[in-house]
């Protein structure tokens, strides 16, 4: 038997206090965990000591910013899921989404990144304002949206590829238990996989001699998250877009549909009013964001 914590820090939001954008990481690690989920503690540290900063300057937030350093990760996300569980009645209706960060820096190829579909065009506008430290191929500073963009994959719109979001870390609960909408980034090499994960040469020694000697693409990943963060924390309008989420249970049931409608059809079964659910749902979603896009700023 053993304790673990969970440590929560908060900036009080200014206009709406009782809505969360909540970013989190776990500190616990098999061995020594310089990569995971050391790299990540670390651009956590530096983003909340930026947003430290801008509060002692006089900022504070639309909405209020929630910090979540989470225990006992590795052996079955038990700090994030005690904490969702215990206060699932106030996270689910006022939690707007969680950005979660396992590992910061697993290479330096590209930024790789896993979202609810939701998030999708929030992700991509983020990292369009931040520098990224690899060069493009005629040597031009370039933005991680480019890098990104260049090295691919790419979706048929020709944006990056945002993949579906796991069940191995601490959004798990946030997602599938209070249907939070959230995100998951980090840089990595050409493989996603990197083959010290969870050894015991998961050193600070790998990290500041091989892995990220300048810190530099750690530094990258807090902007990228900072500036998420600070979209969801501070927009007027929440940026969220309601076509990518239609557009993706669009894409898996027509997937379903391609793997499964003739045997279903065998059966007697049929996927229209599915597929009729789906219609309605990207009509609303296209009159939604159509609505929203006339409304004018009224702030001033």
Same mark, same amino acid.
């Given at each position: 038997?053993a304790?673990?914590?969970n440590?929560?820090g908060?900036?009080?939001g200014?206009?709406?206090?009782d ?6 990481n776990?500190?616990?690690?098999w061995v &020594? ?6 790299s990540?503690?670390?651009t ?12 002692r300057?006089?900022w504070?937030?639309r ?8 225990g006992?990760?590795e052996y079955?996300?038990?700090g ?5 569980e215990?206060?699932s009645k106030?996270?689910?209706?006022r939690?707007i989404v ?9 290479g ?9 579909p939701?998030?999708f ?8 304002k931040?520098?990224?430290p690899n060069?493009?191929?005629d040597?031009?500073v370039q933005t991680v949206?480019e890098?990104?963009l260049q090295k691919?994959?790419k979706t048929?719109?020709?944006v990056?590829l945002i993949g ?6 601490d959004?798990?609960?946030f ?19 990197f083959p ?15 892995? #990220?000697?300048t810190?530099e693409?750690h530094?990258t990943?807090?902007?990228v ?10 927009s ?7 076509? #990518? ?7 898996? &049931?027509q997937? &379903?549909?391609?793997?499964y409608?003739e045997?279903?059809?065998a059966?007697?079964?049929?996927l #229209?009013?599915l597929?009729?659910?789906?219609q ?7 009159y &939604?964001?159509?609505?929203?896009d006339?409304?004018k700023?009224?702030?001033e």
């Amino acid at each position: 038997m053993a304790t673990t914590y969970n440590v929560i820090g908060s900036i009080r939001g200014a206009v709406e206090p009782d809505k969360y954008v909540m970013a989190g990481n776990h500190h616990d690690a098999w061995v &020594f965990g310089a990569i995971d989920p050391s790299s990540a503690t670390a651009t956590m540290m530096e983003m909340s000591r930026a947003y430290g900063k801008l509060v002692r300057d006089g900022w504070r937030p639309r909405r209020s910013i929630v910090f979540c350093s989470w225990g006992a990760e590795e052996y079955g996300m038990i700090g994030s899921n005690e904490f969702v569980e215990e206060l699932s009645k106030n996270l689910a209706t006022r939690a707007i989404v969680y950005l979660n960060l396992d590992v910061s820096v697993a290479g330096t190829y590209k930024i790789l990144a896993r979202s609810s579909p939701l998030l999708f065009k929030a992700m991509h506008e983020a990292t369009k304002k931040v520098i990224d430290p690899n060069r493009s191929s005629d040597g031009k500073v370039q933005t991680v949206y480019e890098n990104w963009l260049q090295k691919g994959p790419k979706t048929s719109e020709d944006v990056p590829l945002i993949g579906d979001l796991g069940a191995s870390s601490d959004h798990a609960p946030f997602v599938n238990r209070i249907g939070v909408p959230s995100t998951s980034i980090g840089y990595i090499g050409e493989s996603a996989a990197f083959p010290m994960y969870h050894s015991v040469y998961e050193t600070f020694h790998l990290v500041s001699t091989y892995y #990220d000697p300048t810190f530099e693409y750690h530094a990258t990943v807090a902007r990228v998250w900072g500036e998420v963060l600070r979209s969801f924390a501070d927009s007027l309008v929440l940026p969220m877009d309601c076509r #990518d989420y239609a557009k993706r249970i669009d894409e898996l &049931f027509q997937s &379903f549909k391609t793997d499964y409608g003739e045997k279903l059809g065998a059966e007697g079964i049929s996927l #229209d009013i599915l597929e009729d659910a789906i219609q309605n749902m990207t009509s609303s979603a296209e009159y &939604f964001h159509t609505t929203i896009d006339g409304l004018k700023d009224t702030r001033e």
